[in-house]
């Protein structure tokens, strides 16, 4: 069978590659006009930057802007499709890239595939969460469907969500090296370090244990082996 791909669609794609360019120079081109209009106002700040601008209002300078407002625009516009998740569902292997991160699982290994949210969430056979990432289409019934098109265990919900308790400090429950990754990992949850949160979760479920997240708050549950 053909395998699928989720994500941004293929318009998708062409419209952020295309739009995004789009709007940067109607932004660079009617720059000056707005910096003018706001110079004229009774107070403004950062006036003299404001007249700097407004000068760009002819010529070379217009030209300028509006070059510069279409190479922002593709520029953000490459960056956002470069970093969204990829998924190919594949008969045999399950591949996900985002930005120049890849990674693939066996179809043989996966125990669940559910969707939490926007968090596309694929368990192995021993509870482990060896995906967890947010899915641009993630509200498509089109994603269930792929994953059940090519045999995998697609259910409704998480099957083990009963078994999370929320993580307090040096909780007696849980093992002290656990808790001292979960505190680290609290930490980068609370500086946005997403990559350093992803990389602790792997460490958490190294010592036997997974964590999801509400927000910037951590619910932990022990790995559920066969």
Known sequence: MTD???G??????????GGFPLAGGL??????????????????????????VAHLDSGWGRAGVLAAGLVAGGLLGAGA??????????DELLT????????????SSVDAVFMDGRLLVVLDRESRQVIRDSLENH???DVAR????????????????ELYRRWVPDLPD??????AVLAARGKALEAGSAADAEELRDEVQKLGYTVRDVGKVQHWRPLVKP
Do not use: C, K, Q
């Open 4 to 6: 699928h791909e989720l």
């Open 8 to 17: 941004f669609s293929r318009g998708d794609r062409l419209v952020m590659l």
């Open 27 to 52: 932004a660079g081109w009617f720059l000056p006009v707005v910096a003018r209009w706001l110079i004229s106002l009774d107070w403004v700040p950062f006036a003299g930057p404001l007249r700097l």
């Open 81 to 90: 499709v470069h970093e969204s998740l990829r998924v190919t569902v594949g």
């Open 96 to 107: 996900v890239v985002r930005g120049e991160a890849r990674r693939t699982v066996a179809r």
């Open 139 to 141: 509200d498509s019934p």
């Open 146 to 161: 792929a994953f059940l098109a090519h045999g995998y265990p697609w259910v409704d919900h998480d099957p083990y969500r």
């Open 174 to 179: 849980l093992p002290a090296a656990v808790n």
